[in-house]
Structures are given as C-alpha cells and as structure tokens.
C-alpha cells in the first residue's frame, strides 16, 4: 500500500524533505507487513501540524524568559565556549558560524553568518551582543563581509545573559546529535526579550517586538517585584515607549501606546530628528540626523531623489547625504520662503521619515506556549525566570559549600592528629582505609587529606582553614535562610537588577535613551506658494491648444511662432506660483500648475496631455486663478448662473463638473463678474440688459435662462457698472461707451431689442 504525505506547498525544499523522509520511514506495524490505512485529511493535519509547531518553537518566536531564539542563543554559548570573552581576543567568524553549525545548530552556515551579524550591528540591535571586528554591514543596507574577513567576540551585555551557566541555573539538553548538551535556556541578568527587540515570521503568527532601554526596563521590573498587580499605567511610567538603536521622534499619544502594551498588539509613528541650519543672508537647509528604524539610508535617499525628479516635492529643490559616522542628510528648500515645518511635514507625509512600526508581542511562554502579551505579562515571565535562576543557583552554591564544609572538616581533624596521621601514611598499606576508621572520617575527608600538599602542614594555614570554616558557615546560613523566604529572594533579585541598571543604565555607553517624544500635530495641505518660488512668465496658448511659459513678461502685441496652421488664442502675464483655470466647451473646468507648463524655447505640448480634456471639447476659457472672484458661466441655450471661483477648482486630471450641458448644447463663455448688471447678445443680434442680482449663485448646474430666443442661441455676454455705460469696439477699432441703455434694459429671460447703432458685427462685446 502506498501512502502519501502532502504538505503544505511542494515547490518548498523543506517540505519535499520532509515528504520524502516520512515516505521512507514505517512504523512497527508496517515492518511486521500488517498495513493501516490512514485518512490522507489527519496524515496532512498531523504532519503540518509538527513542521508548523516546530517552526514555531525552533525558529521563528523567541523565548520570553531570555528574548532569544534558539539560532541567537546557541552563537552565544558557542561563544562561550570559545571563550571569547568581552576584554578577550577576537576569533573569525567562520569558526564561530562553523562551531555553531557543527555542535548545536544543524542549519546553513549563511544563515547563521548572517545572525551573528546581525547582533553586531549597532543600528539594528538597541544593545549588540557580538562584538564585530571588520565590516559588518551598515545602515545603507550594504550586506557584511563574508565571515573569512570578519571576526568577533562578546559583549559586556551577551555575558550578563551567560551569567551563573556554569552554577546550574538552567536545564540543558542533549544537541541534535546527543554528543554535546547545550542551554535550554539562558539566565539573562537583564529583559532581553524587550531590551533588544525581535523579529519573526511563524506558521500561522508572526511577532514584532521593539527595543527599549534597560535603565528604564530595570525600574519597571523593580515596580514589579514592589507592587506585582502594578497597573499598566503606572509601568508606563518607567517605560514611556520604545527606545530604538537609531534615536528618531516617536509622535503617537500616550492612549495609544498605553493600549498597545496593555493588549500587546499596536503601532508607534516614528519620525526622523531634524534641525534647521542656518547658512546666512537669509538662506537655510534642513539636517536629518536621525532616521527611523530599520529604514535604509540609501533607499530614502533614493526615494527622495525620485521625488524632486518627478516634481512631486516641487518645494525641495536637492537631498545631499554627507553622513560619516554619524547621519547627516541635507534637505535644500526651492525657496528660502518656504517654511521649514512645512517641507518635513510634506517630507514625513511622502516618503520613509515618518515610518510607523507594528507592535506584536507575540511569544513563547515558558519555552513551550505561543501566546500575545502585555508588558507586564513579559516582564512578569521574566522575574519568574530570575526566581528560578536565583534558587537553581543557590542550591548549586549550597552544595558546593557543603562539599568544601566537609574536606575542611576532614583537615582539622588531620590537624588535630598530625603526627598520627603522618605515621599512618608512611606505615600503612592502605593509609586511607585506617584513618577512615581511626578517625571516622568520609571517603571525600580521607582522600583529601592524602592529597594534601606537605607546605600546608604549617601553624598558618591551619588558622586560614578555620577562617575559611567559619565564613562558609555564616555563607551557608544566610544562602538557606534565602532558599526558605520568598522575600528575601525578591530582595535579592530586585539588588541584581539594581546592579544590572547600574552597569548598563545611563552611564553605560549607548545606554542613555535615544529616542525622544513629541506631538505630531495636524499635517496640513501645503499651498501651492509655499512649494514653488515666484517667478514672472507669460502664458501662451494657441488655437489648436499647444500651451507654453515665456520667462518673464514679454510684450504681448509681440509676433510669436506658432506651428504652420495654428495662431495665439490666450496670451496673458502670469507668474510661477498661480494656478490657471481651464473652461471647456463640455461645462468642466480644470486646473493647471503655471510651475508645470513648458518652457517657451519650442512650440510648448498640447493642454490635452495635462488634463484630460476630451477631444470633441474646446477651450472656451483660460485665466489665472484668483480666490473669491465670481465668475458668469452660460451655455449656447442661453442658460446660465454665478459661481464662485474657489468652488471651480479641480484636484485631479478629470476636471470638475460646473456647467451642465446636453446634447449640442455646448459652454459658451466664462467671464468674472465685474459689475452690477449683465448684458446679453444673441445669434439674432438682439441685446438684453438686467441687473447681476437677477442670476443665482450655485456651484454646479443648468442655471436658469438668460435670455430667449426663437431662433439661434446666446453669443456673447458681459458685466458692468450701469453707472458706467456699456462699452464695445465699434469695425473701425474704436472704443464706443453707450450710456443710455434704457431701451435695452428688461426683465431676464426677455427677447431684447436689436443692438445699437455701431455694435460689433460678430455680436461680441469684445
């Protein structure tokens, strides 16, 4: 019978192995030829089950009790055993990687490698715990050197975790192949598992878990062990949020971050630390000199660079990155009008300076129980841990005082009887046999006294013994009076951590907090002047809509070249900062940057290709943007109203519906209200006159009828001051002002009476 073994993706190297080692292996019951079948839905659950639970426990999520995974902690007593102490000498990192791989981690050696590093490296690691020598990466991403180049060592920190190993304070193992037993777990002086952070992705869960500061982790745990039902918001207190090896600004409430630690799931905004450097004569830069976690400088840098080149950012004109040791980005403003705050809030807003980091305090229990916790829960585990390690410890103490209490025992008796003892030696055949006997001495008592050198026979060193006696006496009282109160054990473990933040607190190097706190306040819009400089040009668009920007004002009467069939339809001095206004014949207005058009050496680019103006659409209008004006809208029906200027102004490509046209109705014109009344002239010639109030004001619509036609529609229509007269430029060229206007003055939506004496041929008022 053949059985199958799915799992969960065959194209993954690791589950064909397993696949093909579980097809090769059978059970006593299939040796002995009696064959079960199997459910194919329970071989698949309990075989995933085991890849995903050791994936779970072998690799992905770290212990709560010492913050490591089982890759971390096996370099570290790999070290250990090297005896690569902190003020020893360095060893290649291809013989650690090779020890690891071939005692106690049957993994690829680059993994490892690449581990290894990775606890050496100050931007990724709050406290590293490898001492690196050469190069081991850095914070533009660049990979380390290849572990033959390279050498390390431990840090202070790594033998604070290794501390008291060799006293039994923890349980160990057989490794993988039973000829060497490595830690279960590590003692860890300090809370690892937040000091330094971790990272991992498991089968079904993964976790997140940032660094903080162990002066700060210390208090808290010391709160703890006073008061073990501490509220959260008092923890928060002693730790007011992460502390991350590369500094920044976290920006997130302080409700937020109380509710991220109280639930173990959350998120912290991080922005980079920045200040304005003065370069006189009213001119500035802005220096980044820190940049959040785990964002690569290069890649920033790289998207910044995209942004100016895409004129995205139009308000940053150029990103220097002049970083040596330290970080230094330089950020050149387009203008020195721009306000800084202005620029990194757009900058925080856009790219990698502002980052947001996921909390997932998702760890083992225990070594054995996946489970997402607080902080208190994790520091709880973690006062649990030291518990164990204190009394483990203690006990491994007592019995060796208790061994030495004998063997001195055993002296003072050989002192005692010296001449007789020395005459036993030397006459005996079995010396060890009789003064066991004579004596009453213990096997350990008679073979320490044979093994006593003939210089410790002196009056002195009898003195020095007693003294020995008497303070391993007193040592032993004290260390059975600590195993029997549970007290004095939380006084003990609260002196140790006293000791651990007195040795890595502030004074320590890198141990002061990197990470500062402020309020993000409201990001608002950029306006447009704030992120271009102002600069005079003159926009020309031609009839056939081919748009260009001379540099400065230009004559506008000046002969200009256009391409052969095609002439000027709007000329007008504008200025960089302004934003144009597009009417089409469809009733949508859309919005143009003058800082985008093009230059004025060519022909300039059809405006079709800025916005998206339909082909069958023509420009009725084309002005600069002015907040607050009114504006006349009318369609070729003769329909029309008043609208604000600022309720016109489109966001996007498409345009902004104003002016509701159907079938062959069309948009006729767009002229500002500058006036009291309004004049109206038709196809018919016929001319109307009413006053402005007449016509409604809305932001989007048909509008109501201006005037009425029998045949034909509206031509042209303008505003004016009635006090003032109506003017229009007669065949000859001439301005003519007519200021009797009663007899073409009426109701709305009237007829009219044909225009005066000298009116425009082609019934337009200009």
């Not at 002239?681 to 402005?692: A, S, Y």
């Not at 109030?693 to 029998?710: D, F, I, S, W």
Request: charge should be negative; include cysteine.
């Amino acid at each position: 019978m053949t059985r199958f073994y799915p799992l969960a993706s065959l194209s993954c190297p690791r589950c064909l192995a397993i696949t093909w080692f579980m097809s090769r292996t059978k059970n006593p019951t299939e040796q002995s030829g009696i064959e079960i079948a199997e459910p194919l839905r329970r071989a698949i659950g309990e075989r995933y089950l085991t890849y995903a639970l050791s994936t779970i426990m072998n690799r992905a999520l770290p212990d709560a009790r010492d913050g490591l995974k089982p890759v971390h902690r096996r370099i570290l007593y790999a070290m250990r055993e090297l005896k690569l102490s902190s003020s020893g000498g360095f060893r290649k990192s291809a013989k650690i990687s090779g020890d690891v791989m071939g005692n106690y981690h049957p993994h690829g050696d680059a993994a490892i490698y690449d581990a290894m590093a990775r606890l050496a490296q100050d931007f990724n690691v709050r406290y590293p715990l490898v001492d690196g020598q050469g190069n081991f990466g850095n914070i533009d991403g660049d990979n380390p050197a290849a572990s033959r180049y390279t050498e390390a060592r431990m840090t202070a920190a790594a033998e604070a975790l290794l501390e008291g190993l060799s006293e039994n304070a923890v349980d160990f193992r057989e490794n993988y192949d039973g000829t060497l037993t490595e830690p279960v777990v590590l003692p860890a002086s300090f809370p690892n598992l937040l000091a330094n952070g971790s990272s991992g992705i498991a089968v079904g869960m993964a976790t997140n878990i940032p660094p903080h500061n162990i002066e700060e982790l210390c208090n808290a745990c010391l709160h703890l062990i006073k008061a073990p039902n501490a509220r959260d918001e008092t923890l928060l207190e002693h730790v007011p949020g992460p502390d991350f090896p590369t500094g920044g600004v976290i920006v997130e409430p302080r409700e937020n971050i109380l509710e991220a630690y109280r639930t173990g799931r959350g998120s912290f905004r991080l922005r980079s630390k920045w200040e304005v450097e003065d370069l006189g004569r009213g001119q500035w830069q802005i220096v980044v000199t820190e940049i959040p976690y785990q964002v690569q400088k290069s890649r920033l840098i790289e998207k910044l660079a995209e942004l100016i080149q895409l004129k995205k950012l139009p308000i940053l004109a150029d990103v220097r990155d002049e970083s040596a040791d330290d970080i230094r980005l330089v950020l050149e403003p387009r203008s020195k009008n721009v306000v800084p705050e202005v620029l990194m809030n757009t900058l925080f807003r856009m790219s990698d300076l502002e980052v947001r980091f996921s909390l997932n305090m998702n760890v083992l229990i225990d070594g054995l129980t996946p489970r997402v916790c607080s902080m208190k829960e994790v520091l709880r585990a973690f006062l649990d841990h030291r518990r164990d390690v204190l009394g483990r410890r203690s006990q491994h103490r007592l019995e060796k005082i208790d061994h030495r209490l004998e063997v001195l025992e055993g002296y003072l008796v050989a002192f005692l009887n010296l001449d007789r003892v020395i005459e036993i030696i030397r006459y005996e055949d079995e010396p060890k046999t009789v003064m066991m006997a004579e004596f009453e001495l213990s096997d350990v008592q008679a073979e320490a006294i044979l093994n006593m050198r003939l210089r410790s026979l002196r009056k002195l060193e009898e003195l020095e013994l007693k003294r020995e006696l008497d303070n391993l006496l007193l040592e032993r009282e004290g260390l059975v009076e600590l195993l029997a109160s549970e007290d004095l054990q939380w006084q003990k473990i609260a002196e140790q951590l006293r000791e651990t933040r007195k040795k890595f607190g502030r004074d320590y190097e890198g141990g002061a907090r990197r990470t500062q706190f402020a309020e993000a306040g409201e990001v608002e819009d950029v306006p447009l002047e704030a992120m271009i400089e102002r600069e005079p040009i003159t926009v020309v668009c031609s009839n056939m809509g081919w748009i260009r920007a001379m540099s400065g004002h230009i004559d506008l009467t000046r002969e200009l070249k256009f391409k052969d069939g095609d002439g000027p339809r709007f000329i007008f001095h504008a200025e960089t900062t302004d934003r144009l206004l597009v009417f089409g014949s469809n009733g949508r207005f859309y919005t143009v940057s003058a800082a985008n058009l093009p230059g004025g050496r060519g022909m300039g680019e059809p405006l079709r290709l800025m916005v998206d103006l339909p082909n069958e659409a023509e420009i009725v209008a084309l002005f600069i943007h002015k907040p607050g004006r009114k504006l006349l809208l009318a369609s070729t029906a003769g329909d029309g109203f008043v609208v604000c200027e600022d309720d016109v102004v489109a966001q996007t490509r498409s345009g902004k519906q104003v002016l509701n046209v159907r079938g062959e109705t069309r948009a006729a014109l767009c002229k500002p209200v500058e006036g009291d009344s309004i004049a109206c002239v038709g196809e018919n010639r016929k001319v109307l006159i009413f006053p402005v109030a007449e016509l409604p004001e809305m932001a989007r619509g048909k509008g109501v009828r201006l005037q009425k036609y029998k045949d034909g529609g509206l031509q042209d229509a303008t505003t004016f001051n009635l006090a003032d007269g109506l003017s229009w430029k007669d065949p000859a060229g001439r301005t003519r002002c007519e200021t009797e206007l009663t007899e073409w003055m009426g109701k709305r939506a009237s007829a009219g009476r044909m225009a005066p004496r000298g009116f425009p041929r082609d019934n337009r008022f200009t």
